[in-house]
């Protein structure tokens, strides 16, 4: 505090800052998909017409892929043969431009959810906000099958 408070603000102080203003700027909730009792090799993605984040099932399909798990983009209503399905949502805010402000995914066996992931992002000063819907999402993949080996 006191280098705040006389004006001079050292590089040291600034750090535990920056941390506390980008982590307070989003917020991500998973539950990981056991691997154990769900060997799940493939996984029917049911495309949602609503959402406008243009890139976000590429990101979907490529972080499945990543953990060895092939996906089939699929319509409502979902074929018989997809055991596991992933529903997603996902909103823009504006922010000078378009953002991801919010995800949602669930994975579902048989239409019983086995795992979810929420990404929402809060607005605040952070330059993430501005980056790849991969730099977001991705990693919320990654934890989501975090026992599916990459």
Request: glycine fraction near 6%; proline fraction near 9%.
């Amino acid at each position: 505090m006191h280098a705040i408070a006389s004006g001079r603000v050292s590089k040291k102080s600034l750090v535990p800052l920056v941390v506390l203003v980008v982590a307070a700027c989003t917020s991500v909730e998973v539950s990981p998909v056991p691997h154990q009792g769900y060997p799940m090799a493939a996984i029917c993605i049911e495309r949602n017409p609503d959402v406008v984040v243009e890139d976000l099932l590429p990101v979907l399909e490529q972080g499945f892929a990543r953990h060895g798990i092939a996906t089939r983009v699929v319509e409502a209503p979902v074929p018989a043969d997809c055991d596991y399905t992933l529903w997603y949502s996902a909103r823009r805010r504006w922010d000078f431009k378009p953002v991801l402000g919010y995800a949602e995914l669930r994975v579902r066996y048989h239409g019983e959810t086995i795992g979810t992931a929420t990404w929402l992002a809060r607005p605040s000063l952070s330059p993430f906000k501005w980056t790849s819907t991969e730099s977001k999402i991705g990693p919320v993949i990654d934890e989501l099958l975090a026992q599916f080996p990459s």
